[in-house]
């Protein structure tokens, strides 16, 4: 497929889709393959991914995730390029992927060169691709929630609003502690759910106080987490992945309809 | 002594922790106080990350050969008339103190700050011992005072509102016959201290100080403090005794200057602190003052057995209290959840070390690998990837919930097997996407509760991407 507009042969992109956004919001998915086929990628979705494995990875359970590791190693080896909407994920296959085959160099070889063809979606886009052909527009006020992955693991921070500026009519007003975890964690919001509790509820207020219309982020676990606390405090805030709104396909309802 | 128990009760001690108001508005002054004043430091200081490098290459150097520059340590100590004794255990160094303490007759000690006396339950001991301990950093003063454990590595009573200090004073200092102060500002609250202390420190007959490195070139040991105590506490009596764990020791001075660039600033966001001492001995006839006899006692206490692990980057810790200071979980809950002497993220990684992964083994995973506390690390301990090593360990011994090991197998099993993953997720995709109706969202959901008693849980949209890439392709 090829949308109008693309340029074509910049190279083959596998397209990490990411469980989450696989399971809870396709909108997440389309929109990047759209935006992959603007820059001038073809994009495949190799149909036997199905998570990066840091649920097994993060509670030590390292067996289970060499397991998952394998098939996506398998999966994505014959692209020049992996890309996932998500700083999170695309943080374990370029830092983790390879420590969990220490004991094995043939493997930790292949993982070690998926590591280097691995990509957050914004930072594709704008380093790799050094695309600035973003044609939506998205007349609100918006704030923008870092990830922790995106930020500290894969050196997301200007990127995304570096695309976001191309936006017509989008307003970014950026958060109060903007660096400071949304509380999500993977597991840890359900194993220690007060503490998360408290997390995403400082998050919301700070989330709040810029009087923002909708919160956009780049990693689907904190938006739901956001999302979920936003929409429980009755505050009327709508959470969408930022490459939703890049790619103009803003049809789509936002993560949680905002009302009752 | 502080319960080393009590570490594995810190999810129902986190949960009290978050209902406690008068902890929860003295921790709101992290973010404003701590946080912003490093970042300042950081920002005056052009060459911090530079100096980050030259301090872990330094304490990188020193573990490699840990050995050999405690040897040399003795050795010069020893050279400028010191004694150094060496204490595996916990009870080794207790009793090594108690020793040093009776056999010259002591009664009463002073003490600056260390946080080793809290990891070997030196106060307790001793004052079961006969022996009165008086506490000389104004933190450490107010908490035991309140017969609390210190809730920070640098700042112990940083869980104490002004108006709980100004209660204790009244309690505790109306009769002591020292000048009293209106207890209104927290200067009324350090001058009132400072007179009641000034009488204590001249009580003294030995006083025991932590280091904040030992130099192995000179055998000297360096405290930094802000209040001057340490000073007193070192100088005025006739006996001085340094308690350090083995790891603290640096090959030269030039490392222990290394440290010292980026401490403070990480610590407090002072580019130096109020006073560095450096000791090296006892009194020489020529000098005006200080102790007649200089003791350090070094304690391994599980130190040396963390060496060659993938934990043992711990031991670069100049205990500066940054990663707490810029944790979100410790911002939530404080440091007394923690249950043992080190909280926050440095606790998470080296209390599993020190007391065990079965007891320990909530802390690390109090964390949701934010990442904050490496990044602000003036050593640049990878603290998740700690943690992570601690869960590994802890799902390798069995000894997380079988609830947990259950959901992942299933999980494991099944994202092993794209076909079969994408049959029962569409499935459970549909169905869940069907029963949130109109609201697209669930106000509570069957084994979700963690998530749902604070948070909707978002519907799924219904078809599962890959489902329908693969009839669109």
């Known amino acids: 497929m090829s949308v109008p507009g693309s340029e074509s042969g910049r190279g083959r992109v596998g397209l990490f889709v990411t469980c989450l956004a696989d399971l809870f919001r396709p909108s997440v998915a389309w929109a990047s393959v759209r935006l992959l086929e603007q820059a001038g990628f073809e994009v495949t979705v190799p149909d036997r991914q199905t998570c990066c494995g840091q649920p097994a990875y993060n509670a030590g359970d390292l067996p289970t995730a060499r397991r998952v590791a394998r098939g996506i190693l398998d999966a994505f080896e014959p692209f020049d390029y992996v890309v996932a909407p ?76 570096a695309l976001m500026a191309q936006v017509q009519g989008l307003e970014l007003v950026e958060l109060g502690d903007r660096d400071v975890c949304c509380g999500f964690g993977g597991t840890f919001c359900v194993k220690y759910p007060d503490i998360s509790t408290k997390m995403v509820s400082d998050k919301t207020a700070a989330i709040a106080a810029t009087g923002a219309e909708t919160v956009l982020a780049g990693d689907l676990g904190c938006l739901l987490n956001i999302a979920g606390r936003l929409a429980r405090e009755g505050r009327p805030v709508a959470c969408r992945h930022v490459a939703e709104v890049l790619a103009g396909t803003n049809g789509t309802d936002p993560i949680v309809p905002v009302g009752p | 002594m502080m319960d080393g128990a009590a570490a594995a009760r810190f999810p129902e001690a986190s949960a009290r922790a978050l209902g406690d108001e008068n902890l929860q508005a003295a921790l709101r002054l992290l973010g404003e106080g701590f946080q912003a004043r490093r970042t300042d430091a950081v920002e005056r200081f052009a060459a911090f990350e530079d100096a980050r490098d030259a301090a872990v290459a330094a304490k990188t150097r ?32 207790r009793q090594i103190v108690l020793e040093l303490l009776t056999d010259r007759g002591v009664r009463v000690l002073s003490k600056g700050k260390t946080m080793v006396a809290e990891e070997i339950g030196l106060n307790g001991f001793l004052e079961a011992n006969g022996i009165e301990v008086i506490e000389t950093d104004l933190g450490e003063y107010i908490i035991q005072l309140a017969e609390e454990a210190p809730s920070h590595i640098i700042v112990p009573a940083i869980h104490k509102t002004m108006p709980q200090v100004a209660d204790l004073f009244r309690q505790h200092h109306d009769q002591t016959g020292a000048e009293l102060f209106p207890r209104r500002t927290p200067a009324d609250l350090v001058a009132e201290a400072r007179a009641v202390l000034r009488g204590r420190f001249l009580e003294a007959d030995a006083g025991l100080t932590g280091a904040n490195f030992l130099v192995a070139e000179t055998g000297s040991s360096v405290i930094v403090t802000n209040e001057g105590n340490g000073d007193l506490t070192q100088t ?4 001085h005794i340094v308690l350090a764990t083995i790891e603290k020791v640096v090959p030269t001075l030039a490392d222990g200057a290394a440290i010292l660039r980026v401490l403070a600033r990480s610590a407090t966001g002072q580019d130096m602190s109020a006073y560095t001492t450096v000791s090296t001995g006892p009194r020489r006839p020529s000098d005006v003052d200080g102790p007649a006899e200089y003791h350090v006692v070094l304690v391994d206490n599980g130190r ?37 002497v080190y909280p926050g993220p440095i606790g998470a990684a080296l209390t599993p070390a020190l007391l065990g992964v079965e007891t320990a083994r909530h802390l690390p995973n109090a964390s949701s690998l934010c990442g904050r506390c490496e990044e602000v690390c003036p050593m640049r301990i990878p603290l998740p990837k700690i943690f992570r090593y601690w869960r590994e360990q802890e799902h390798a011994a069995r000894l997380n919930s079988g609830r947990m090991r259950l959901g992942l197998a299933i999980w494991g099993w099944l994202a092993a097997r794209p076909r079969l993953y994408r049959l029962a997720t569409g499935a459970a995709m549909r169905v869940l996407s069907r029963l949130a109706g109109r609201s697209r969202r669930f106000r509570s959901l069957f084994l979700a509760s963690g998530w749902t008693q604070s948070r909707d849980f978002p519907a799924p949209a219904g078809r599962t991407f890959l489902n329908s890439w693969k009839q669109r392709s």
């Open chain 1, 86 to 161: 998500s700083g999170s994920c695309a943080g374990m296959l370029r830092l983790h992927l390879g420590r969990l085959f220490e004991s094995e160099p043939d493997t930790a070889t292949r993982a070690e060169q998926l590591a280097r063809r691995t990509h957050e979606l914004t930072e594709f886009l704008v380093d790799v691709a050094g695309w600035t052909g973003v044609a939506a527009s998205f007349p609100h006020r918006v704030t923008y929630h870092d990830s922790c992955s995106s930020l500290r693991e894969m050196a997301v921070r200007d990127q995304p609003r």
């Open chain 2, 62 to 93: 020193t573990l490699r050969h840990l050995d050999r520059h405690l040897e040399t340590f003795e050795a010069r100590c020893r050279e400028h008339g010191g004694v150094v004794h060496w204490a595996e255990t916990p009870a080794d160094a």
């Open chain 2, 236 to 239: 005025l009596p006739q006996l």
């Open chain 2, 304 to 340: 040396s057995r963390l060496l060659g692990t993938p934990a043992e980057e711990v031991l670069r810790c100049i205990r500066c209290g940054a990663c707490m200071n810029h944790c979100p979980v410790y911002g939530a809950v404080g440091g007394h959840a923690y249950g043992w």
